[in-house]
């Protein structure tokens, strides 16, 4: 069966950077788009990016346009999420999820159980 | 604020019936495809509805789901206390970003 697994969480403070990565088992990874939600504590979900299957087509939440990059190394079957200048309001579980198809408008279709990021001084 | 307004909660009794409704735009709803998740506390995402009204296989047929206009709408019926989650709807808007409701928590009496 299809497994995500995300790693990379942590506490980090303002300003500064983390790599998520989201390791993929169970699929052909290089057919499928990929998807990174995420979901602030007490708060409901919210759409980060997401990367078309060939690594073409990439759509950033203008919350984090310029400052996060997604990425895929398809050779590994990994997800990746660079996330620089880190806010507060950046705090959440970071979910990596396949999408059903190999192009951004698929839905989300496995889902990862999360890593935390916690942006704190 | 979400762009796709669904209500904060609802609440049935075991065995009845419940709908959500997600309402969007012409921009989003309106042409592209609605998914809806479920999330149980203290888990992930679970993909419930795709493509308006398809269940992924596994997904009990007591969840259905549908669109009209720039509305869409799941339905769960036969209750149980188990469905207690929150539920979010997902589409695509033409602005090229992808949406989520605010999520309806579902209070099982």
């Known amino acids: 069966q299809v497994q995500l697994v995300e790693s990379g969480g942590g506490v980090v403070q303002p300003g500064r950077s983390l790599r998520l990565s989201c390791a993929a088992s169970?699929?052909?990874?290089?057919?499928?788009?990929m998807y990174w939600v995420r979901q602030s504590p007490g708060k409901g979900l919210e759409w980060v990016t997401v990367?078309?299957?060939?690594?073409?087509?990439?759509y950033y939440a203008d919350s984090v346009k310029g400052r996060f990059t997604i990425s895929r190394d398809n050779s590994k079957n990994t997800l990746y999420l660079q996330m620089n200048s880190l806010r507060a309001d950046d705090t959440a579980v970071y979910y990596c999820?396949?999408?059903?198809?190999?192009?951004?408008?698929?839905?989300?279709?496995?889902w990862g159980k999360g890593t935390t990021v916690t942006v704190s001084s | 604020q979400s762009v796709l307004t669904q209500p904060p909660s609802v609440s049935a009794a075991p065995g009845q019936k419940v709908t959500i409704s997600c309402s969007g735009s012409?921009?989003?709803?309106?042409?592209?495809?609605v998914a809806w998740y479920q999330q149980l506390p203290g888990t992930a995402p679970k993909l419930l509805i795709y493509?308006?009204?398809k269940r992924p296989s596994g997904i009990p047929d007591r969840f259905s789901g549908s669109k009209s206009g720039s509305s869409a709408t799941l339905g769960i019926t036969g209750l149980q206390t188990g469905d207690e989650a929150d539920y979010y709807c997902?589409?695509?808007?033409?602005?090229?970003?992808?949406?989520f409701g605010g999520g309806t928590r579902l209070t099982v009496l």
């Open positions: 169970g699929l052909t990874f290089s057919g499928y788009a």
């Open positions: 012409s921009s989003n709803i309106g042409n592209n495809y």
């Open positions: 997902e589409t695509w808007d033409n602005s090229l970003s992808a949406l």
């Open positions: 493509e308006n009204n």
């Open positions: 999820a396949t999408a059903g198809g190999p192009y951004y408008y698929y839905y989300m279709d496995v």
């Open positions: 990367i078309s299957y060939d690594d073409s087509s990439k």
